[in-house]
Each structure stands twice: as C-alpha cells, then as structure tokens.
C-alpha cells in the first residue's frame, strides 16, 4: 500500500520561511517522478514545483521561481520544498504527489499524477 505524507506547514509572517518534507512508502521512489501541488480556499489546485527521479531536472511556476527550491533524497524516500521570502498569496494546502513515471515533461501541472497525500496547512499572514 502506498503512503504519502506530507509534513513542515505552519504559520509564518510574510518574508519569512518555511520548509515541507514528504515521505513516500511502498512505492520505487527512485523511479518515480515528485511534486509539490496546492490549492488555496475557493481556487484550483495547481502545480507549484515537480522534480524528475534523480534531481536532474525541476520545474517551477513562475510566481515560485527564486524562492521555492524543490529537492529529493531518494535513500531516505523524501521529498522537500524549501520556501523563502514568503507571501501571502502563497497561503494554501500544500500537497505531495508522485508521478508514477520517472520524468516530469514540460505538461507535468496538467498530467497525471497517480498518487497524493493529505495534504499541509501553509498559512502566510501580512
């Protein structure tokens, strides 16, 4: 059975920084592509950040682009997101999701990804 769990949301004042870590089990974690989605109360979930199985290659949206850094330690099956400089429009429920192939691709925010966590509260206030 595969178990996905995110960890690491909190409250933080804008400017300030905040780090999520995943762990992911029973899965070939190695072989499998990651990401970071999120969704704020009355909007679609959208795709913040996806790394490819060895790191290699990491997307990011634009509005994310110098103050999110997404990394992968695939001897430990984890997944973090260091998040800095951060605002208020970044306030969500962040989510971890793999793949289930090893690549993210330049569609990866509207591609399938086969399996999610629960989810961590990130809040930031102004």
């Known amino acids: 059975q595969v178990q996905v769990v995110e960890s690491g949301g909190g409250l933080v004042q804008a400017g300030g920084s905040l780090r999520l870590s995943c762990t992911a089990s029973g899965l070939t974690f190695a072989n499998t592509a990651m990401a970071w989605f999120r969704q704020a109360p009355g909007k679609e979930r959208e795709g913040v950040s996806c790394i490819s199985w060895s790191g290699g290659s990491r997307w990011y949206i634009d509005s994310v682009k110098g103050r999110f850094t997404i990394s992968r330690d695939n001897a430990k099956n984890t997944l973090s997101l260091q998040m800095n400089s951060l605002k208020p429009e970044d306030t969500a429920m962040y989510y971890c999701?793999?793949?289930?192939?090893?690549?993210?691709?330049?569609?990866?925010?509207?591609?399938?990804?086969?399996?999610w966590g629960q989810g961590t509260q990130v809040t930031v206030s102004s």
């Open positions: 999701a793999a793949r289930g192939l090893d690549y993210c691709a330049p569609s990866w925010r509207t591609s399938v990804f086969k399996y």
